[in-house]
């Protein structure tokens, strides 16, 4: 015979997949349901469906996590079954989860099955990228999620801002994405290998440890995957995508692109290139301190509440990419666990926002959202916890997060990062409780819209988000120690 | 321990009444009666406590404790308890709260539930502060004791809040973040974040980030420049609350923290710290005689007690910390009670300004005869309390040099001037502008919030060894330490004229 009639498949873990692939399916069913169900029932049946999924997902996740005590490549070791996948998975579906919630009334004229196929293929892709553990598969889900993502922001085709924001995040992060296969392409080039682990053995093996190729790859990478996770000075995109895209996709960009980004990086650094550590540390470190920078001091001006959330999640990228630059086993429990209430309060302050937003009809400003706090107690309560939790004051876990991640740094022996993050923290601390003061100290001045109807629409999906997404943000703040246990098993499977 | 539960109880029921009210749709009156309530079953509470507490193991002992593991990893458990001295101050908090919870009632507040609900997170946040073994515990506490503040000055203030509020937060945060990095660096340094079973830390820069927190809090000179703006905007009875009871925290951190068990650093900066204190007391002292309005003359004779209160502290000898855990009970009854004495005076007249006020007495019997009780407690005439803790403070610091108690009796004298220039230009000489035939006598309802303070006050007049003989043992020893139990607070010398003070550690 000419050919050989049989190729060899790897062998196929579909559990381990799990997520990824209960997510693809609600997208493929949305897509369905786009053409094949009258424009009225396709909102609400599209949003059962993924929200079904995200449930199904998040459960599959959480039997992942259960079942996989030891780390085991998969499928040719194109990724890995292990712990820290299934936590990141199980993060990115519950804020997914939230999102959809909070989507549930979206004012969306048209696309609306489209809008959560989307929202599910993305997650999906997600859920696929925290587990990746080479090269190519890595850039794959990259570019799976990104292009979702770029759709999404672009989605409400009746907003300018929304096709700005949406075009502003195609050209950046595919400038990004860009860098970082030409990265990998240098990284491939320096040690013939596209594994996480056998680009750390190659390196070992060659002596490539100060290879010009590889460094030089390293770098690009890091700059691609900080364009990801909006850290400065690759956070340009952020406040103009996080401003004009629609509010839920906002907040789904905000806790699980960030969750995805930095679960990633830490992976990919530790893995491959452990022998880089004095290099990357300090990257990190210098990348923390301008994130911490440019994202303080821009939020201090703005005066369009989603464009300060936007430079707030920069600063945050900042203070949670340092547990990963301090680079110890408690840093890597200190971001695990920081991911937790970070992404619930992310979620939960851009609902709020949203709630706002469609009771006015108008974007939402310092000014407008004034006197939020008497007139809706409860949405006005979850932003004030969630603006207490940014900040890091106690009764959240962004209190505990922030503590943790503070004491991976000085473990590390750098004391002067836990200074700037303590002054960062102090000029956060002034838009933070401006928002406070904006809810509850404020007279709405010149509110003359008057809403006709009276009453604020009451939705209960939403308030269902933000209230769960309450209940993780102080919860983590008591069960501190169960958290902790599933942090440190995650993190258990990188070596430090 | 056996009765852990009383001090877990004394946290978590103003916690659980606070959320109670935030959640539960009652009226206005309900919502302030049930706060009233939960304040006055807290001092209920705190007089079981206070049975529970065997003194005869010594002030310095941590008793009624309770532990739960938070984060295994880091070594920081959820531990709590009290010490001797630091029951006097839980009890003057739960009867500060409920005198100023019974005010608001009284004087009726707008977004009532939201209000008490705050009132009652701000109790939670000052037990928990003096209740606290374990750093990290004590941090919380110490910021949750700043968001209910924000809130309650921030949204029921006067014209000027929301400067005075953003003053009062910027310098409470920096000094807070200080000393998070402290308990940072000293919990992952010695592996525990214990303040009952971690040693003692020798080290100056941790030392330093503690009191940069308590400074700001106390407030100690120079770093008051929150002061003035945010006691004059705050509502009376939370500027009451600021002045008496949370300053008193910061207080308490001086003494447990700072110089309990950093005792070689707070030999080293003692005198530093006395001179500042002592700038405050005389500073303080002079401008309270110049202010030109009630709340500002309460305001700064604050900074002076405060000042007073640190500068018995860090005498460091037991007669020094008796005279000042005295003295923290009295100034704490006393500013709470003139500064709702000044806010009535403010509902009657419009305004507090001294220039039209005066002859307030002629007709107004009972607001004369509390005002000047409290005033003459206040300014120390001997035979009063007030007396009684100046003079062990007094005694303790002319161990440490004569000349700072000719400091403090300076500082006494100058304070009589003040409070009688209070007194008269209120109630004496001719009728002011702003005092009308229809301003009324304190009422009833007025008088059963202020007159438990005055008694209260008589009756540690007449017996302050119920807080001296309870606080601190006078007890000096050199080589008796290992026959005392763990937590005794024992004098040693070091050398001439040098005297450090320890915990007794098992």
């Not at chain 1, 995040?169 to 990284?187: I, Q, T, W």
């Not at chain 2, 006055?40 to 009624?64: C, T």
């Not at chain 2, 110089?259 to 007391?281: E, K, M, S």
């Not at chain 2, 919030?449 to 050199?478: E, K």
Request: hydrophobic share 55%; net charge positive.
């Amino acid at each position: 015979m000419i050919f050989d009639a049989s190729i060899k498949t790897p062998h196929v873990d579909w559990f381990a997949m799990s997520p990824a692939l209960t997510l693809l399916g609600a997208s493929a069913v949305c897509l369905l349901i786009a053409v094949l169900f009258r424009p009225r029932a396709r909102r609400y049946l599209s949003a059962w469906v993924t929200g079904g999924a995200f449930v199904g997902a998040f459960v599959a996740a959480a039997l992942l996590y259960d079942r996989s005590p030891h780390p085991q490549g998969v499928i040719a070791n194109a990724i890995v079954r292990d712990r820290l996948g299934a936590l990141a998975a199980i993060i990115i579906c519950g804020a997914g989860l939230a999102s959809v919630l909070v989507s549930w009334r979206i004012r969306l004229r048209a696309h609306r099955a489209e809008y959560f196929a989307l929202l599910a293929a993305a997650a999906g892709g997600m859920c696929f990228l925290v587990t990746a553990t080479n090269l190519i598969t890595l850039f794959l889900s990259l570019e799976w999620f990104s292009i979702c993502l770029y759709v999404l922001c672009a989605i409400d085709v009746e907003l300018e801002g929304s096709l700005e924001a949406g075009l502003k995040y195609l050209v950046v992060g595919g400038f990004g994405s860009a860098f970082l296969l030409f990265g990998s392409a240098l990284v491939y080039g320096a040690t013939g290998k596209v594994g996480f682990a056998d680009i750390a053995h190659a390196t070992a093996a060659g002596g490539l440890r100060h290879d010009t190729f590889l460094v030089a790859g390293l770098a690009m990478i890091l700059a691609g995957l900080g364009f990801k996770a909006s850290a400065a000075p690759f956070h340009m995109w952020t406040p103009d995508v996080y401003e004009g895209a629609p509010t839920p996709v906002t907040g789904f960009m905000a806790a699980a692109t960030k969750t995805t980004a930095l679960v990633l990086t830490m992976r990919l650094l530790t893995t491959a290139f452990p022998q880089e550590k004095q290099l990357w540390t300090i990257a990190l470190a210098v990348i923390v301190c301008a994130s911490l920078a440019i994202g303080n001091l821009g939020a201090l001006v703005q005066r369009n509440v989603k464009r300060m959330l936007a430079y707030s999640s920069i600063s945050h990228a900042g203070f949670m990419l340092m547990p990963i630059a301090a680079g110890n086993a408690l840093g890597g429990r200190a971001l695990l666990y920081y991911l937790i209430p970070y992404s619930a309060m992310s979620v939960a302050s851009f609902a709020v926002v949203a709630a706002r937003e469609r009771e006015l009809g108008v974007p939402v400003t310092f000014d407008n959202i004034a006197g939020l706090g008497w007139e809706r107690p409860f949405l006005g309560a979850a932003l004030w916890a969630c603006m207490l939790g940014f900040a890091g004051l106690p009764l959240t876990g962004g209190f505990v997060g922030k503590f943790y991640a503070f004491s991976a740094v000085y473990d590390h022996g750098w004391i002067w990062l836990v200074i700037v993050g303590a002054v960062a923290t102090a000029v956060s601390l002034y838009y933070y409780f401006g928002l406070v003061r904006a809810l509850y100290m404020r007279a709405p001045a010149g509110l003359g819209l008057a809403p006709a109807g009276g009453q604020p629409p009451r939705e209960a999906a939403l308030q269902t988000a933000v209230f769960g997404c309450l209940v993780v943000t102080v919860g983590s703040f008591f069960a501190v120690e169960p958290l902790i246990r599933l942090a440190k098993h995650a993190a258990s499977s990188l070596v430090f | 321990m056996a009765n852990g539960w009383l001090t877990d109880t004394l946290i978590l029921l103003p916690l659980g009444g606070a959320i109670f009210i935030a959640i539960a749709p009652l009226p206005r009156l309900a919502a302030g009666l049930v706060a009233l309530a939960v304040s006055l079953v807290e001092i209920a509470f705190w007089g079981g406590a206070l049975s529970a507490f065997d003194y005869r193991a010594g002030a310095g002992s941590v008793q009624l404790q309770d532990t739960t593991t938070w984060f295994g990893d880091l070594g920081i458990s959820y531990h709590v308890g009290f010490t001797g001295f630091a029951i006097w101050l839980v009890g003057l908090s739960a009867v500060g709260m409920t005198a100023a919870i019974a005010y608001a009632v009284w004087v009726g507040r707008e977004h009532a539930r939201a209000y008490f609900a705050s009132m009652l997170l701000l109790t939670t946040g000052l037990v928990g502060v003096f209740a606290a073994q374990d750093y990290l515990v004590f941090y919380v506490f110490w910021e949750a004791m700043l968001i209910p503040l924000y809130v309650l000055v921030g949204v029921w203030g006067g014209p000027g809040r929301l400067r005075a509020t953003l003053m009062f937060f910027i310098y409470t945060m920096a000094g807070s973040l200080l000393m998070l990095a402290s308990i940072i660096v000293l919990g992952v340094s010695q592996g525990s974040f214990d303040m009952v079973t971690a040693g003692y830390s020798g080290s100056n820069w941790i030392f330093l980030g503690f009191i940069a927190a308590f400074v700001v809090k106390a407030p100690i000179f120079p770093f008051h420049g929150w002061l003035p703006d945010t006691y004059r905007e705050a509502p009376a009875e939370v500027a009451g609350v600021l002045s008496g009871l949370v300053s008193k925290a910061a207080a308490y951190g001086f003494l447990y923290i700072a110089v309990l068990h950093f005792p070689d650093p707070a030999r080293n900066f003692r005198t530093p710290i006395i001179v500042l204190a002592a700038i405050g007391l005389i500073y303080g002292s002079l401008l309270a005689f110049r202010a030109p309005y009630i709340r500002g003359v309460v305001a700064y004779s604050s900074l002076a007690q405060m000042g007073l209160i640190t500068f018995g502290l860090f005498a460091t000898n037991l007669a020094g910390f008796n005279g000042a855990v005295l003295q923290m009970v009295n100034h704490g009854l006393i500013s709470l009670g003139m500064f709702m004495l000044a806010g009535l005076v403010e509902l009657r007249a419009g305004t507090g300004r001294f220039d039209r006020l005066g002859g307030m007495a002629k007709g107004r019997p009972v607001l004369a005869t509390v005002l000047m009780t409290l005033g003459i407690i206040a300014l120390a005439v001997p035979g009063s309390s007030n007396f009684a803790g100046e003079f062990l403070i007094l005694t303790g610091v002319f161990k440490s040099g004569w000349g700072w108690s000719v400091v403090g009796a300076i500082a006494i004298v100058l304070a009589a001037m003040y409070m009688l220039r209070l007194i008269s230009a209120v109630l004496h000489q001719s009728r002011g502008s702003a005092v009308s035939d229809s301003a009324r006598d304190l009422r009833l309802g007025e008088l059963a919030l202020l007159a438990p303070i005055v008694v209260i006050l008589i009756f540690f007049s007449a017996w302050p060894a119920a807080i001296t003989d309870h606080t601190f043992q006078q007890r000096s020893s050199t080589n008796g330490l290992s026959t005392l139990s763990d937590g005794h607070v024992v004098q040693r010398s070091c050398g001439t004229g040098c005297q450090i003070v320890e915990l007794v550690r098992p």
